[in-house]
């Protein structure tokens, strides 16, 4: 088994060493229908079996019960595993879709005593800022983060979906470890900016969605008439009407390489953004959510892909194809802002 294991990677200068690839685990209790809890359990034993060490939480995912799901499991293993969360989505009980976007500092101590109690643990081991709030300056709001790491509650600060100049301006307040945002072979706007601040900054990058939510696994024929009722990219425009069938016929290159490399689609993805590390000077850690043991054992092992410069050629064109933006509100985006 040890040959399966992962390699490992500093999550940007001076940020926790993980492996190389980490687990999203929003899936398992939000987000993408019902959820085999037993299954999802043995998901993570197997994933650190297998070196991943990074697990991905938030506070929103499930309003807190994502975070409730895995505490046994970080507590089990807590020397082994870096545990990252998140703060600045609120949800309304009432009308879960109304999302309201808060940084201010009184917010921020509030949502990290809520994620330590419902984890269990005396601290976080990275701590995101999940969504921008541009009515609060960046600096304010990292400066509250900072006063967490100070008290021994946070040991690395993390920010997602911000802009090139704002990762700037947060690193000028607090040395920041990772910026998480959505990278793919079908989401590629963060390489407009976002990428190269992060490499002058040292800064890691924690690519979300590496696999298109499922999209570049191949799953799909015509996505909206296959997924659950309860299943949010219903709402999302990639996986709607027309743009659903265009972008499912984007795949036949990367279904080409796979063949020749003996391997899956979602296995190729993955393979082309572990070799952008290397490509851009940067840590690229992806976190590719699963709930089934199978599935880590398939991800991890696109870590051993190689991809040639005729396959990298192959993909360049897909991004600039896909029909549909990211989120049907790009506003909270990094790409909404630039």
Known sequence: MGSEKIETVELGNGGPRVGVQGLGCMG?????????????????????????????TADMYGMGENEKFIAPFVRAHRDEVVLATKFAISLD?????????????????????????RLGVDEIDLYYMHRRDVHVPIEESVGAMAELVAEGKVKHLGLSEVTGSELRAAQAVHPIAALQSEWSLFSRDIEDGVVQAAVELGVGLVPYSPLGRGFLTGAFVQADQELGADDFRRQQPRFTGANAAANAALLEPVRAIAGAHGATPGQIAL???????????????PIPGTRKRSRVAENTAATRIRLTEQDLAQLEPIAGQVAGARYADMTFTSAGRE
């Open 93 to 117: 009980p009432d009308d879960p879709a109304k999302r309201i976007i808060r940084n201010d500092r009184a917010y921020i101590r509030q949502a990290v005593e809520g994620s330590l109690r």
């Open 271 to 285: 393979a082309w953004l572990h070799q952008q590390a290397t490509a851009r000077g940067l840590a690229v850690v």
């Open 28 to 56: 398992m209790s939000f987000a993408y229908g019902p959820t085999d809890a037993d299954e999802a359990r043995a998901t993570l034993e197997r994933a650190l079996e297998l070196g991943v060490t990074l697990f991905d």
